[in-house]
């Protein structure tokens, strides 16, 4: 499990930002940042993906959209809030249509706030993330290993040891 983190795929979600942080979040992408280079790649199906970054500020039209994607994700996985729009809403706060930041739908491990955050910062976001990201799958499979050993000891009793 842990060459998975070596290669985390990415998914992005533009939550109704003004466009800078999504800027941002595809420079990484570019021959200068050159993420992939390092095994990120950006995927557009949350069934692939390890980690989630989402950008902007969350209302009522894509609550529902974040939750599906978040829910579509394999477990265990991470979720990266860039910019201070993911983060609490940002200078959006108070409208009337948004909610907040994305920790209004989903939890969020990693928070990357600014206005708006320099490729550097969401590298370094998703390098934290990837230790969570690790953190979380070591327990998953402590998690996983306790269950099977339960499941045979079960087993074993009701057939009488044997």
Known sequence: MSGLTKSPWI???DASSCNGCDIEVLACLTPLYDVERFG???TGNPKHADIFV????????NRQVI????DQ???PNVVIGVGICACSGG???ECYNVAGGVGQVIPVDVYVPGC???????????VKALGILEEKRAAFAAESKKGTDTGA??????????
Request: proline content about 4%; aromatic content about 6%.
């Open 153 to 162: 000891n079960a087993d074993a009793k009701k057939d009488g040891g044997n």
């Open 40 to 42: 990120i790649l950006n």
């Open 11 to 13: 998914i992005h979600y």
């Open 73 to 75: 994700m394999p477990k």
């Open 116 to 126: 708006s955050v320099r490729p550097e910062q969401i590298i370094d976001g998703v």
């Open 54 to 61: 989402v950008t902007g500020s969350v209302n009522e039209q």
């Open 91 to 93: 200078v959006f706060k």
């Open 67 to 70: 939750k599906n994607i978040y």
